[in-house]
């Protein structure tokens, strides 16, 4: 038995290598979805820890398709709202906009990891509307590794997934057709002992010609989502080695440390409220990220990250979205967490919108619904200079009167976050109102 296994391990050694495969990238020709197996006499196949295709995909008559990588279900309504919030905000600064922020992305069940920080894969949480991602790579042996490992990469083994591979699923999905037009942010730590080369390489090849370089701007402050895409990129990279890497700055707060009743933050020694909500956030002129965290791994009992942490519920989701925390990084995320980050339209909202119902009314309960333009209703109005004041007009009217209902030092206004959205209906009494938008 013994001797059987030596010889074992010594074939596997001296499996001849594919002239294919190139340090840093793989075997580029097969593997991934859409192109073929990749047989036992591959690198990429002894290597990627999932046999002849990349994790989440199954061989069928030869070639990589979709399998665990595609199996949430039931998302086309809040994955469509999430994208129609974004667009709203596609004019304020990057940090500004409300963003699922995926923290650990690779580290998922349907990924094979044991300890999994999610769900679903990578691609599913694409899909439902998640744009801000988290890598953690780490060196083990030759080459990078995904890992949620310590700093001497304790915690991390030859069975974690390669970087490369990850590399190539956001590659394959930003440029499938229906996904032209999306913006993803990639969170690169950096554990590669000085590989470069190796953090690098994939980014080249994969996504270079989508990724965004600062002298594509014409500006210092964090860009605009459309203001990326007028520079033809999609890709923004924070942290990481890079020249075109962006800094992410603030502080990343523990849900323990969030007071969702004042959304104020305490620091990490538990200490007293070292600001409320910043003064200049809401104003689109602060450089911070607005950071919520929650780790959801738990191994073995020796370690939870959740008692660490704190947990995002979907119920606190909500609470986040509503103090204007903008990079919620939501563990184990689900459908129920996609849907309390909407703040906008109502469940199955808009209906017949553009049709009969061409105008857009925010209900006492802060959800938006499609309604008659000719209805008669008050307005909401924001203050000019504050964007956290909002006026209900006793007058009512049709939605076209809006512009001369609102009175000086207000405008007849859609609010453009969750936190805007909540101090409208929050803080005024109304059954159903006007607000600025029409289709």
Request: hydrophobic share 30%.
């Amino acid at each position: 038995m013994e001797k059987s296994l030596i010889t074992l391990i010594l074939f596997l050694f001296t499996l001849p290598v594919n002239a294919k495969y190139t340090p840093g990238l793989g075997d580029l020709s097969c593997g991934q979805e859409g192109q073929k197996r990749c047989t036992f006499l591959s690198r990429e196949f002894w290597l990627q820890g999932s046999g002849g295709c990349d994790r989440g995909l199954k061989s069928i008559k030869g070639k990589c398709r979709q399998g665990k990588r595609n199996s949430l279900k039931d998302h086309s309504w809040t994955t469509k709202t999430i994208q129609f919030q974004r667009e709203l905000q596609s004019n304020l600064p990057i940090n500004q906009i409300s963003f699922l922020w995926i923290h650990n992305s690779y580290n998922n069940r349907k990924d094979g990891y044991a300890f999994p920080n999610h769900k679903y894969s990578l691609t599913d949480l694409l899909d439902l509307g998640a744009r801000a991602f988290e890598v953690d790579t780490h060196l083990i042996g030759k080459r990078l590794r995904l890992c949620h490992g310590e700093y001497n990469h304790l915690g991390c083994s030859l069975l974690d997934r390669l970087y490369f591979n990850i590399i190539e699923e956001f590659n394959i999905w930003i440029r499938k057709k229906e996904n032209q037009n999306e913006v993803v942010i990639l969170k690169i730590q950096n554990q590669s002992d000085g590989r470069k080369d190796l953090l690098e390489s994939p980014l080249n090849h994969h996504l270079k010609d989508l990724i965004l370089q600062k002298s594509d701007l014409k500006t210092d402050r964090y860009p605009t989502l459309n203001e990326i895409r007028e520079a033809g990129k999609r890709v923004m990279i924070l942290d990481g080695p890079f020249s075109y890497s962006f800094s992410k700055k603030g502080k990343r707060t523990k849900v323990k440390q969030f007071d969702e009743k004042l959304c104020q933050f305490t620091d990490e020694q538990g200490e007293e409220v070292l600001w409320k909500h910043d003064p200049t956030f809401n104003k689109g002129l602060s450089e911070n990220w607005q950071s919520v965290h929650w780790d959801a791994t738990n191994i073995l009992g020796f370690y939870n990250g959740e008692k660490e942490t704190g947990k995002i519920t979907p119920k606190l989701v909500r609470k986040l979205v509503e103090c204007n925390i903008t990079a919620l990084e939501v563990d184990m995320m689900s459908l129920a967490h996609a849907k309390e980050f909407i703040w906008t339209w109502e469940e199955g909202e808009p209906k017949n919108w553009g049709r009969n119902k061409r105008c857009a009314v925010i209900n006492k309960n802060g959800r938006w619904q499609s309604e008659d333009c000719q209805e008669s209703l008050p307005f909401a109005c924001q203050d000019q200079n504050n964007k956290g004041l909002w006026k209900i007009t006793r007058y009512r009217g049709s939605f076209n009167e809006g512009k001369t209902a609102c009175q000086r030092g207000k405008q007849f206004a859609h609010p453009q976050n969750g936190w805007e959205n909540a101090r409208l209906y929050k803080n005024n009494s109304f059954s159903k109102a006007w607000i600025n938008l029409k289709g």
